[in-house]
């Protein structure tokens, strides 16, 4: 895996994931990835989160979210600023050989309409997910990288706690407001 401050979650460049040839969706990830499009098409049902383990972690640039209550508050704001949003492009990606085997990475493009009635959506973002589970199959981490790109962490230095503070900050406001079960 490279060390180099420019690799996303994948351990590679942008331009590398980027770049990573789709494959087909295994058996076990089936139920995963439905998941993953009912949550981006803000369209959750109360059984899309049971495939978080309880303390599981999601993260994308604007919050850390930890606890699959907390995820869930997280996707279920989401619905309320977007009520709808089309994933125009999902890919299952290969695994570099560097990446763990209980990883699955996908490359997507999320359309998001703030009017569930436009035509055009107010914005399109690309994102890398790298999703980590357990032996039963059960999410740990799910994080989202926009542009294949990672976002600073306390990894990397002052400036990147300072942004791990405010994304864990705005998942905690997040769960105030919309709440957890």
Known sequence: MSTH????????????SKNLEERSAQPFERNIIQAIKEMYTSSPQE??????APDAIFQDPIGIAEGASSIKAQFIGLTKLFPRADITK?????NPVSLAKNTLLIDQDVAYFRDSQSSSPTKTVNSLLTIHFDDSYKILQHIEEWDHSKSTTREDGFFGMLNEYR?????????????KD
Not at 5 to 16: D, H, K, R, V
């Open 5 to 16: 401050q420019n690799t996303n979650a994948a351990g590679i460049e942008p331009s590398q």
């Open 47 to 52: 059984s899309t989160f049971s495939v978080y």
């Open 167 to 179: 994304k864990r900050f705005t998942a905690n406001v997040t769960d105030q407001i919309i709440g």
């Open 90 to 94: 999902f890919r299952v990606l290969s």
